[in-house]
């Protein structure tokens, strides 16, 4: 497990501590854009990377551009079309 400066925890140090998992949306059109004139070549037990799918982020990074980088898990990923 990566522990990120911004990683949630909740417990103490007697009891453990446990990260929390905070529900979060991922827009895949965005994470895995296309340019608009790249080909497709569409593989019908490909995965689905357009749209909407929730997760749960275990926590974050910043990047020197001033973005996030979230890292998580549980994302409900589609086969084909």
Same mark, same amino acid.
């Given at each position: 497990?990566?522990?990120?400066?911004?990683?949630?925890?909740? =417990?103490?140090?007697l009891?453990?501590?446990?990260?929390? $998992?905070t529900?979060?949306?991922?827009? $895949?059109d965005?994470?895995f854009?296309?340019?608009?004139?790249?080909?497709?070549?569409?593989?019908?037990?490909?995965?689905?990377?357009? =749209? *909407?799918? *929730?997760?749960?982020?275990h =926590?974050?990074?910043?990047?020197?551009?001033g973005?996030? $980088?979230?890292?998580?898990?549980?994302?409900?990923?589609t086969?084909?079309?």
């Open positions: 497990m990566i522990n990120s400066p911004l990683t949630s925890s909740e =417990g103490d140090e009891h453990g501590r446990r990260l929390v $998992l529900s979060i949306w991922v827009r $895949l965005d994470l854009a296309r340019p608009p004139d790249a080909p497709r070549h569409v593989i019908p037990t490909g995965l689905d990377l357009a =749209g *909407q799918v *929730q997760g749960r982020l =926590g974050r990074f910043p990047s020197i551009d973005d996030w $980088l979230g890292y998580g898990h549980g994302l409900k990923l086969v084909g079309h």
